[in-house]
Structures are given as structure tokens and as C-alpha cells.
């Protein structure tokens, strides 16, 4: 198990054995894992497969696999799962529904002569994620402003694709493929689409779809699921595919497809719901081994939803035990540690303090649970505001200590 120093520095997950831990300064470059496995003694060690879920290290896995001798997803398929305007490409070729898209080759070289191709579209980076660094522009002046802004915070991204805006509800695929056959998805929707709960700097909050009771979603996804990975190329591992579905209509729009397992509590809502564990999954594709899945369709609803951060340093909050002793609340995650300081606004759908799984007996009981444990966890939740005085700061804790012992006092009183 090969890990960077920003893994190190976080300290949050451990390696366990038998899994041997290899450090290296920079886990993105190929230079630098292969010095540090030579470095560790597996100069002439002969490599099964070369594996990642991390979507930033699918080209560099890629590549090194081809250098070990190991099985892995070939480099022409790894460019189509991380550069978003070829992926559309490759789906708009297959002749399937997708949002047309212009390539921006320098967004920090952007001319006002550029031709605005679409009323309104969304910017990103070509290789993003996580809806970083995402906006929805409406025009070309908005468009211009938006290209000097990034300029101005000197962000590294400068490729970014210009999407046409697709409007609807936005859902998820999450599944398993194995020599070509797709053995196994599992649909849900995002309860709003990740660029609007960026721009209201609201939960993220998501759900799956039951294939029992709403067998509706299924039938209308099925095709396009099938279609794009076929279209993609993707043959071996698991797979996050994100899709647009206009409720009046029924039509559904492919958006991305990842070829990797999908972030937040993904892993953990596939597996409560269908009992498919995907991160198995992806090591034994990886290995060229067909999964055996024994999918089990638990009743109900399973969803989940963010701990937002708020602008401050982290005092105290709830700890995992203590969400899971809620009704309802399966599993919980607490991502950032006691005095990590928090941004104010979200800047990509992986900002949050932490997460919980929530099972319920139908979608309208699960949005209801959701709100009231967002409600307890911000009840419970001790922030130390940012950019305070030092009165302000007293105030604070005068209020949050109920003492108002911390004064300037003369000895003799």
C-alpha cells in the first residue's frame, strides 16, 4: 500500500496488516513510487495488479501497472475516466444523450471574442471532481469574469470544459463489472443536485433507490447505464456514474462516470442496502477475479447526509458512538479533528466535519430523520467563531463555560 505525505500528515486512516505500508513523498508521480518501492526492496518483486480508488491516481496506476508487467486498466480507458470532455465525447459518439461541451484550453488565456456556445453552462476543470472549482455562468460576461476570478486566486487547474447546463434531479449509479458483464448497480439520487447544495452551501445529502418499489427509476436508467459503460470501455472494476433525470419527461442525460468506487458514504449505503461490498469488489476485478455477489435487497430506505463546517476552529462535537445510539443512524464517520480550523463555505462536495448513514422506512420518514439529526449534531456542536477579537473571544467563552472567571481581576478583592 503505497501513501503520500498528505496521508501521513492527516493521520485519519490506518493501513492495516497484512497490507505493508510504503511511504513516498508524492503518491501522485510514477517516479516517485516505483524510488520508494525499490527503496522498501521490491525492485524484483513481480505485481498482480496495480489498483487505485482514488480518481486523481487512475492514469498514474495506469501507467505504472504497464511498467510493473501487471494487470490494469489500460491507459487509453483511463483517459476517458478522467478527462471529462473526451468522456463526453465518447458518449455523444455512441449517440447517446449527453450535454454538449466546449474544451477551454487556457481558462487564464480566455478572450473576450470567445464564442459563447450556450446560454447557460457549467465551468469546470477538464480532469476535476468533487464539483471543485465548478460554476454555472450565464453568458459570456459572467463567463469572462468567472476566467478572471480563478486567474486572480492563481488555482492550478487552467483545461476546463464548458458544459451545457442540464436541468432535473440528479442520480447515481454504483456497480460492478467483471469481464465485460455488468454484474451488479445500485441507483440513487442526490436529494439535490451538488452544485446547488455548493451554491447554498447546504448538507449534501443522498439516498438509493429501492428496485422493488421504485422499480420506476431502474427501468428508465437501465439503458443509458449499460450503454455508457460499454461506450467507455470499462470492462473490469466498480464504477460511480452520475446521471440527470427530467421528472416531466422521464428522459435521462448521462453526466460522468468514474471508475472508481463513489465518495462520501457510497461504499457504505451499497453495501446496507444490497449487501455488494464494492471495495471487495474492486480489489478482486482488480486481480481479474469474477466477484461473487450475493446481492440481498434490504426494505426501506438507506440515505445519508453531511455534517456541514461552519466558519471557526473545532471545539467539540458528537463522536460517531453517540450518532449511532440515535434512531435510525447506522454508521458515522468524524472527519476532522478538535481545533482544525473550518472554511466558512464549502469548495467541493468532499468539505464537511463528518457523516451519518440513515435507514428508514421510506424516502419522506428518511428526510425527516436527516433533519433532526442535523438539528441534534448542530445542537452539540462547539465552534470557536473566526476573525473574533479578543473581547469577542471572552464573550464566547464567558457563554459557552458559563463562568465568568477569566477577567481582569486585582489581586486582594
Known amino acids: 500500500m503505497v501513501y503520500g505525505a498528505r496521508h501521513r500528515d492527516l493521520g485519519f486512516q490506518e493501513i492495516p496488516a497484512p497490507a505493508i505500508p510504503v511511504f513516498c513523498e508524492d503518491h501522485h508521480k510514477p517516479e516517485a513510487i516505483l524510488t520508494a518501492l525499490h527503496r522498501a526492496g521490491f525492485s524484483d518483486t513481480q505485481f498482480t495488479a496495480v489498483q487505485t480508488t482514488i480518481e486523481p491516481l487512475l492514469i498514474t496506476a495506469s501507467v505504472l501497472g504497464r511498467a510493473l508487467g501487471a494487470k490494469v486498466l489500460s491507459p487509453s480507458t483511463a483517459v476517458l475516466f478522467r478527462d471529462?470532455?473526451?468522456?463526453?465525447?465518447?458518449?455523444?459518439?455512441?449517440?447517446?444523450?449527453?450535454?454538449?461541451?466546449?474544451?477551454?484550453?487556457?481558462?487564464?488565456?480566455?478572450?473576450?471574442?470567445?464564442?459563447?456556445?450556450f446560454e447557460r453552462a457549467v465551468l469546470k476543470p477538464?480532469?476535476?471532481?468533487?464539483?471543485?472549482?465548478?460554476?454555472?455562468?450565464?453568458?459570456?460576461?459572467?463567463?469572462?469574469?468567472?476566467?478572471?476570478?480563478?486567474?486572480?486566486?492563481?488555482?492550478?487547474?487552467?483545461?476546463?470544459?464548458?458544459?451545457?447546463?442540464?436541468?432535473?434531479?440528479?442520480?447515481?449509479?454504483?456497480?460492478?463489472?467483471?469481464?465485460?458483464?455488468?454484474?451488479?448497480?445500485?441507483?440513487?439520487?442526490?436529494?439535490?443536485?451538488?452544485?446547488?447544495?455548493?451554491?447554498?452551501?447546504?448538507?449534501?445529502?443522498?439516498?438509493?433507490?429501492?428496485?422493488?418499489?421504485?422499480?420506476?427509476?431502474?427501468?428508465?436508467?437501465?439503458?443509458?447505464?449499460?450503454?455508457?459503460?460499454?461506450?467507455?470501455?470499462?470492462t473490469d472494476g466498480v464504477f460511480h456514474m452520475e446521471l440527470f433525470h427530467d421528472p416531466s419527461s422521464g428522459r435521462v442525460v448521462f453526466s460522468e462516470c468514474a471508475a472508481r468506487r463513489g465518495g462520501a458514504l457510497t461504499e457504505e449505503e451499497i453495501l446496507a442496502k444490497f449487501g455488494v461490498d464494492l471495495g471487495k469488489a474492486a480489489v478482486q476485478c482488480a486481480l481479474g477475479r469474477k466477484p461473487e455477489l450475493d446481492v440481498q435487497v434490504r426494505a426501506g430506505t438507506v440515505g445519508s447526509v453531511y455534517f456541514t463546517s461552519r466558519p471557526g476552529t473545532l471545539v467539540d462535537c458528537p463522536s460517531p458512538a453517540e450518532l449511532t445510539e440515535l434512531p435510525d443512524v447506522s454508521f458515522a464517520r468524524i472527519e476532522l479533528p478538535i481545533g482544525y480550523r473550518m472554511a466558512g463555505a464549502a469548495d467541493s462536495t468532499t468539505t464537511r466535519?463528518?457523516?451519518?448513514?440513515?435507514?428508514?422506512?421510506?424516502?419522506?420518514?428518511?428526510?425527516?430523520?436527516?433533519?433532526?439529526?442535523?438539528?441534534?449534531?448542530?445542537?452539540?456542536?462547539?465552534?470557536?467563531?473566526?476573525?473574533?477579537t479578543s473581547a469577542e473571544l471572552r464573550d464566547w467563552h464567558r457563554e459557552a463555560s458559563t463562568t465568568d472567571e477569566f477577567a481582569d481581576v486585582l489581586y486582594g478583592e
Open 84 to 117: 471529462k470532455f473526451l468522456q463526453k465525447q465518447r458518449i455523444a459518439d455512441a449517440g447517446l444523450a449527453t450535454a454538449r461541451s466546449v474544451l477551454i484550453e487556457d481558462l487564464f488565456a480566455l478572450e473576450a471574442d470567445f464564442t459563447m456556445p
Open 126 to 234: 477538464v480532469t476535476g471532481l468533487a464539483t471543485q472549482t465548478t460554476s454555472a455562468v450565464d453568458g459570456l460576461d459572467e463567463l469572462l469574469v468567472t476566467a478572471r476570478r480563478y486567474r486572480e486566486q492563481r488555482i492550478t487547474s487552467r483545461t476546463f470544459v464548458l458544459e451545457e447546463f442540464i436541468t432535473g434531479d440528479e442520480w447515481t449509479a454504483d456497480g460492478v463489472v467483471s469481464d465485460g458483464e455488468l454484474l451488479f448497480y445500485g441507483l440513487g439520487r442526490y436529494e439535490q443536485p451538488c452544485l446547488t447544495t455548493l451554491q447554498d452551501n447546504a448538507p449534501l445529502s443522498m439516498r438509493k433507490f429501492d428496485p422493488q418499489t421504485e422499480s420506476w427509476a431502474y427501468r428508465a436508467a437501465d439503458d443509458m447505464v449499460r450503454d455508457s459503460l460499454g461506450a467507455l470501455g470499462l
Open 353 to 388: 466535519i463528518g457523516m451519518a448513514m440513515i435507514t428508514a422506512a421510506d424516502p419522506e420518514s428518511l428526510e425527516q430523520r436527516r433533519a433532526e439529526v442535523l438539528q441534534w449534531f448542530d445542537e452539540r456542536l462547539v465552534v470557536i467563531p473566526a476573525a473574533t
